[in-house]
C-alpha cells in the first residue's frame, strides 16, 4: 500500500516538474519581442509629444499655485513590499486623468526576471511615449528612460529585508526546486539554519532566495558584501529615484509622494491589498531574524541607506505637519472602508463572494486576504469602492491588457498544483 501511494506521489512530482517547465518555457518564449539596433536618441520619447498627449487628454485642477500635479511617473515594482496597494493608485490616477500606460503583452509583468528591454512594451515603437510605467520588471534605467520623457518621476518601495525575505519564501517556495528538499516542518528555519546547503546561485528561481530587492534593481545578488559593486549601485540608484517609500511606513510614504506629485489626499486612498492571513506568517526569532538579515546582507545595505534618506525627507516635510497628515490620511481611508467594505476587513480567500475582488493566490495554498464590496452602497461611492477593492490581475484586464499566458498559468495553478501539491 505505502508502495502504492509512493509511486502515485512520484508521478504527481513529474507531472508538476513537467508542466512547470511548459509554463516557464511559454512565458520566456511567448511573444518576445524582436530586439532591433536602434539608435539611441531614435529610441528617446520626446518631451514635446508627452506633453501634448497629456495636455489634450488631462484637465486636472490645479490647488496649489506652486506647483501642478505630475503625470509622468515611473515605479519600480518590487516583489513583497505592499506594491500592490500603491500599484493600485496609480492605476485609479492614470485611468481617471486618461494616462498611457505602457503595459506587457500576454502577462501581467515585462518578462520577469529578464532585464526590462523598452520592446517588451505591448506596440511599442521607437519614440513612443508614455506617462505611467509601473508593472514588474527587473529594472534598467537606460531602458525605462526611453518610454518617459525627461521629466518623469521616479519611484519605488522597499521593505525590511528579513520580513521581505519570511514572505518571500513562503509565497514563492513551491515555485523554488531549492526548497524541495526540506524536511521539516518549519522549512524557512530549515533554510535559515544551513542555507548553502540548499541554495545556488545557478538553480530555477533561486533569486527569490536571496537578496530579491537587489535583484529586482537589475544588479547581481550573490556578491559579497564588501563588493565595491554594490556601494556603486545604492548610489547608481540615488541618482535615479527621486522617492523610495517604505512598507513599515507606507502612510508616511504616500505622504511624501502626494507632496513629490503634487496630488490631492483623494489620490492616495487606498485598501490593503495582497495581504496574508496572520496564521501564515512565520514568527523568527532573534536568532533566525540575524541570519535572515546577515543572509540578505546586500538588501539590508540598501534599506539601510535609503531608510536613512527616507526619514531626511520626512524631517524636511515637518514631523508635525506629517502626523497630522497621516491622521487625515487614516481618516480618509476609515471612512472609505465604511462605504465600501463588508464587515469593513479582509476575509479569506474562500470567504470571498465575487471572484472579480479575488487575489492571486501562491501555489498549492490560499493564504492572501481579499474583500467583500457592500451590496448596498451609496451609488456615487460604487465605482470608486469597485476599483479600490481590484486587485492587479483584475484590474490589468479591466485596463484592456492581454493577460492570456497569465490567465493559463492561473487555470494550471488553480486546477491542478493547488489540489495536488507535491
Not at 540615488?238 to 507632496?259: C, N, Q, R
Not at 476609515?334 to 493566490?361: L, R, S, T, Y
Request: proline residues 5%.
Amino acid at each position: 500500500m505505502f508502495g502504492i501511494k509512493r509511486i502515485k506521489c512520484m508521478q504527481l512530482l513529474i507531472l508538476w516538474i513537467l508542466l512547470t517547465n511548459v509554463m516557464v518555457l511559454l512565458y520566456h518564449y511567448s511573444d518576445q519581442p524582436q530586439i532591433k539596433a536602434v539608435d539611441s536618441e531614435e529610441q528617446t520619447c520626446p518631451i514635446s509629444i508627452s506633453r501634448g498627449r497629456v495636455h489634450d487628454a488631462v484637465t486636472i485642477p490645479i490647488k496649489r499655485p506652486k506647483c501642478s500635479p505630475k503625470v509622468n511617473i515611473m515605479f519600480m515594482k518590487t516583489h513583497k513590499t505592499a506594491s500592490s496597494t500603491l500599484l493600485n493608485i496609480l492605476f485609479r490616477f492614470g485611468e481617471k486623468h486618461k494616462l498611457k500606460f505602457a503595459f506587457p503583452d500576454g502577462r501581467n509583468d515585462f518578462f520577469y526576471p529578464s532585464p526590462f528591454m523598452c520592446s517588451q512594451v505591448k506596440g511599442y515603437k521607437p519614440g513612443d511615449c508614455f506617462n505611467i510605467v509601473c508593472n514588474h520588471m527587473r529594472f534598467d534605467h537606460r531602458e525605462v528612460a526611453k518610454l518617459l520623457p525627461p521629466d518623469a518621476v521616479y519611484i519605488t518601495i522597499l521593505r525590511n529585508p528579513v520580513d521581505l525575505f519570511e514572505s518571500s519564501f513562503h509565497y514563492y517556495h513551491r515555485a523554488v526546486p531549492l526548497t524541495w528538499k526540506l524536511t521539516n516542518e518549519n522549512k524557512l528555519a530549515e533554510f535559515l539554519n544551513n542555507p548553502r546547503g540548499f541554495y545556488s546561485k545557478k538553480a530555477f528561481n533561486s533569486f527569490y532566495l536571496k537578496n530579491l530587492l537587489f535583484f529586482d534593481f537589475g544588479f547581481d545578488n550573490n556578491l559579497v558584501i564588501d563588493d565595491p559593486h554594490i556601494t556603486e549601485a545604492i548610489a547608481d540608484l540615488s541618482k535615479h529615484f527621486h522617492l523610495v517609500l517604505l512598507a513599515e511606513y507606507f502612510e508616511e510614504s504616500l505622504i511624501l509622494l502626494k507632496e513629490l506629485l503634487c496630488w490631492t489626499m483623494e489620490d492616495v486612498l487606498y485598501f490593503k491589498l495582497n495581504t496574508r492571513r496572520n496564521s501564515s506568517v512565520s514568527r523568527l526569532t532573534p536568532d533566525l531574524k540575524a541570519k535572515a538579515q546577515e543572509w540578505n546582507a546586500i538588501d539590508w545595505k540598501l534599506y539601510q541607506h535609503f531608510n536613512d534618506t527616507f526619514w531626511k525627507k520626512v524631517e524636511a516635510y515637518g514631523i508635525k505637519r506629517m502626523e497630522e497628515d497621516v491622521k487625515e490620511l487614516r481618516r480618509r481611508n476609515a471612512e472609505m472602508k465604511a462605504f465600501c467594505i463588508e464587515g469593513g476587513h479582509a476575509v479569506e480567500a474562500h470567504n470571498i463572494e465575487d471572484q472579480h475582488f479575488m487575489p492571486w493566490q501562491p501555489v498549492g495554498e490560499s493564504s492572501i486576504l481579499g474583500y467583500n464590496m457592500k451590496k448596498f452602497i451609496d451609488p456615487k461611492y460604487k465605482i470608486i469602492c469597485q476599483k479600490m477593492l481590484t486587485p492587479e490581475i483584475q484590474y490589468l484586464a479591466d485596463l484592456g491588457v492581454n493577460l492570456w499566458l497569465t490567465k493559463l498559468w492561473g487555470w494550471v495553478k488553480d486546477a491542478f498544483i493547488s489540489k495536488h501539491p507535491y
